[in-house]
């Protein structure tokens, strides 16, 4: 079964508008850390921002937040802002406190800012 | 702090051929773990490994091979290539303490193409 789903393949967004890429999981361990990454045209995994399952709170980190919704298995990632260099694909993924700490990723999102 | 490194950034196999991809990382990361990236899929676990000496099967181990003899590195070996193998190959580490809220750091990248 999928445990990250990633339901927007392609995302255009104006510059300087908030965008948001969502991102569902799954998962029956109570404990668990979702991230979001990011992959420019020049290919490398950029790390974004984490939340983790027990967080109270939504993470934030500078233009970017997590959109947290336990109940709802959602971590959907929001950019204030957008700027012309956050064209990029971003990925969600989730690791599970097993032995492993294997990361799980989505299919991704090919975000797009218009000038 | 070279971080993560991945040696060669590109490669073309032919049909067959036996090659290994080198990873190496200078953080004294426990964790370590190679993932393949093929478009509309995101990053799918090949192999992984929690400290030297251990390792283990991700999510699409075949016709790839791994071993860890030092904490520093973590080759990944392509044994007979095959188109199908045709991806971008990350390596990633990461420290065990932290459990699930630590990042994974990844590699630039090993693009291969199998002719």
């Known amino acids: 079964a999928q445990k990250i789903t990633q339901t927007q393949p392609g995302m255009f967004v104006q510059e300087k508008e908030a965008v948001t890429l969502d991102c569902t999981y799954d998962t029956s361990d109570p404990s668990y850390g979702l991230f979001w990454y990011k992959q420019p045209s020049s290919g490398e995994m950029i790390f974004l921002i984490y939340?983790?399952?027990?967080?109270?709170q939504n993470a934030t980190e500078g233009r970017y937040s997590l959109n947290f919704q336990k109940a709802r298995k959602s971590a959907n990632l929001v950019i204030s802002a957008s700027q012309l260099g956050d064209s990029a694909m971003y990925f969600c993924a989730m690791r599970e406190w097993d032995g492993a700490q294997k990361l799980v990723f989505g299919q991704g999102t090919r975000l797009t800012i218009n000038p | 702090n070279a971080g993560v490194t991945q040696t060669p950034k590109f490669q073309v196999l032919k049909t067959g051929q036996s090659m290994t991809l080198q990873c190496a990382q200078d953080?004294?990361?426990?964790?370590m773990s190679w993932y393949r990236q093929d478009p509309g899929m995101g990053l799918r676990l090949i192999h992984y490994s929690v400290g030297a000496g251990i390792t283990d099967q991700g999510e699409v181990p075949n016709g790839y091979n791994v071993s860890r003899s030092t904490t520093e590195d973590f080759p990944l070996r392509l044994l007979s290539a095959a188109p199908s193998q045709t991806s971008v190959y990350f390596c990633?580490?990461?420290?065990?303490?932290?459990?699930?809220?630590?990042?994974?750091?990844f590699g630039q990248g090993t693009r291969l193409t199998v002719v």
């Open positions: 953080m004294n990361h426990e964790y």
């Open positions: 990633a580490s990461k420290l065990r303490t932290g459990g699930v809220n630590t990042e994974a750091f």
């Open positions: 939340q983790g399952s027990y967080d109270q």
